[in-house]
């Protein structure tokens, strides 16, 4: 691959790079909704919104979703 990264152009280079960066960022994002279902139903609804309010006063990064129930 360093072979193949070495013969590229200094802009290809720079392509390859920052698609790999990007690869590491969408990697770095979290866990997928599939490996998070095995959490649906645990809080009640009043300790979910709870821990939303916290979430949303914390850092203000919350996703809004149907509920499943």
Do not use: P, W, Y
């Amino acid at each position: 691959m360093i072979e193949d990264l070495n013969s590229l152009s200094f802009d290809s280079q720079k392509k390859v790079q920052e698609f790999a960066h990007a690869l590491l960022i969408t990697q770095s994002r979290g866990k997928s909704g599939k490996e998070m279902i095995r959490f649906v139903g645990i809080l009640k609804d009043d300790e979910a919104m709870e821990l939303k309010q916290i979430i949303q006063d914390g850092c203000e990064k919350v996703d809004e979703i149907n509920s499943i129930h």
